[in-house]
Structures are given as C-alpha cells and as structure tokens.
C-alpha cells in the first residue's frame, strides 16, 4: 500500500503551486486537519463538475467561493487550506456510499479541487457532493465508460463552444441538462476575454467586469460571472465533461508568444500563464494538465468508435499555418461572436457483425500541445462525426435531436 500522508514540514518542501495541486488532486494527504473557518455563505456557488471519464473512474472538481465576483479573485475565501470531503455514491440519496475522502482546497490555486477517483465499476452512474465544513455542495451526477474490451450499441453525448456571456440566454445548458447524454464535449472558447458591462437578455454587471481579462484575478471573474448562469452549472452536474480550448481562454487570435495585437512578449506570457491557471482552476482536468508558467499540455481522451463511424478528436488545439495576409473569420472570431451551439447525435450499429468488426471503446491521447501555435488563423475544430447506441436505452431514444430541440439548443450566440 502506497503512504500518500504527507506532513506540514514537507508540504513547504515542494513549491507552492506543486503543493497545492498534489493536496487538491488527493495525491497527497496531509496529516494537518486543516478544518474549514467559518465561511460568510454558500462557498458552492459555482456548482460542481466531473470530467474526462474512463471505465475505472472519473475527475470531480469544485472551487470555494462564497463570494465568486469578489474583485481580488480569491472568491470571497481567506488565505489558508481547507480541507474538503468528497463522496461517491451508486445512489442519488447516498445510501450505498462506494468512495469517501478528502482532499485540500489551497487559496493557491484559488481553493479549487481536482480528485481523480479510481477503482469505479465501468459502465456505471454515479452520484458525487462535496464538503466543507457545514457546508454540503449540490449533488452532481457523473459516468464512467465501458470497459476497453465491451463493445456498446450506443454513445449519446453534445457538444458546446464559444459561449460569449453578452450574447447568450444559456437555454442549450439547460436543455441539454435534461437529455439522456453520456458526455459532454467541450470544444473551446469557454469564455471570451472581453470587457462586459450588459448582455443580450438586458443584464447589467458591475464596473469590475468592464475592462478586459489581463490577469489572473481577472480571468477568476469572468469564470465566476460565467458560472453563475444556472443552465451552465446544471449541465456541469449532469454529465462528465472532456473539455479543450480554443483562443478566448486567452485572448482572440493569440499565436505562439504573439498577442493579437502585438503586445511585448514577455507582458503577453504572463497574461497566458494566468489565463491557463484560471482554465485549470475552473475545469475538472486531471493533475497532469495543470499548467506550467505559460504552457500546457492537454492531454485528452475521447472515445474511439471503429468500424460503424469515423469519430475525430474534438479539438487539437493547434492552429494550420495560414497563407501571409490572411485574417481570422467565422462564427468564433470577434466580440460578441459566440454562437453557443450544442448538438447531439447517434448512429446504429449494423446487425449481424463479427467480434473483429464490431465498435471497440479505446481510449487514444492526443499529442501533447503546449499552447504554440504556428499563425494567428483560426483552425478547424473538429467534432465527433457519429455516436453508438448502447444497449440499456430504447431505439427511440437513439434518434437525433428533433428540429424543435435543436432551436432550442442553438438559441443565439453564446449558448
């Protein structure tokens, strides 16, 4: 058996950052109790999540923030660990609990958790809440995949991009929340950099959010004012979610160590790094895709459905290197640009195939990106083509979206 306790003298051996993720990834435990303070409301405001599945476990995140629109970025939380607790259960009332831990919510990475569970049963849902203190999170629902050598007659899952908070009325979220889905793909531009003061539905903001995101406690608002639109947390506590991104997260059109509008360097990878530590601290991504100063490396996992579908990676984000003089456009590219859209889809398996040919899950990484790209021209984001239907759902609910649906879920700009 592996000791994973780890004392408080220790602990400030190692960095702080490095710390703070080991503590709130569950990968260390400490020995220090570090009880919750007395906390001046909800610190759930921001939901909770699950994301990137596999057959023998998931990823389940929160953050602390009582109060999430706090203008220094630390939600309203002061500056000490607190210890969270994490269940898992096969029921939805928490009667057949099947993991109980805890991990350390660190104001580093602005009290946000990461726990990597393992030793799930494949093909399974599952049940997850957080706590702190007194306090006990929302209830969020997560699934793990097949095991690698099943092979399922079915794959439901939607996918969302470029949801631009002025643009949106976020009623896909909420739609999308109430389908039967396996999984959510992310495909990027979960937020726009953007100053903000109203948006399309005639909500105004506080002068905070007028000016664009350049630093981190920035970035951690616009996070916070993102996530505060229930539809999006509810389709957060839903399903699990793989997630990428585009340029937004950043900045639009950034390329390499260039700006879009050419700013000094050195100015922009700081802006970057801060922007890539506010993503980790808003996503349920795994310990090994925490950023390193101004890079990453997403390394995500999609299934691989052979024979019946050419499924594609959601997103490389890479960007092709574009002709000279050539300029961004498309649905993505500018302010208030969002188009929010989510589909779902399915595909049948045919009858009658043998064992070699029938669809198999795997589970392929992608190559490493470290947030380089080669020009400033936005590339194609590429989404599952198909999915298959799994057995323990009827025919009918293999069908794709009904035209009605779909309005619904393609409403306007920004989800």
Sequence with gaps: MIDRSVSRRQMFGFGGAAAALMLGTGAWESSS????????????????ASGDPTADGVVLWTRLAPDPFAEDGFGGMPPAPVRVHYEVALDERFRRVVRRDSVVASPELAHSVHPEVHGLAPDRTYWFRFKAGSEISPVGRTRTTPAPWDSPRRLRFAFASC???????YTAYRHMAQEDLDLVVHLGDYLYEY?????????????KFHTETLDLARYRLQYGLYKSEAPLREAHAAFPWIMTFDDHEVENNWAGETSENDDDPADFLLRRADAFQALYEHAPLRRT?????????????????????TTRPAATARRPTAPSGSTRTGPCSGPGSGTGSSRASAARRPAGRSSATRPRWARPIWTPVRARRSSRTRGTATSPSATACWPRRTPAGCATWSSSRATGTRTTRGT
């Design 163 to 169: 949801q631009a908070w002025q643009d949106g009325y």
């Design 195 to 207: 100053g903000v003061k109203s948006n399309k539905r005639g909500v105004g903001t506080d002068p």
């Design 289 to 309: 895709q925490l950023p390193k100063g101004p890079d990453v490396q997403m390394y995500l996992s999609l299934i691989h459905i052979s024979s019946t579908a």
């Design 33 to 48: 109790a570090f009880a919750a303070p007395a906390l001046k409301g909800d610190p759930f405001t921001l939901g909770v």
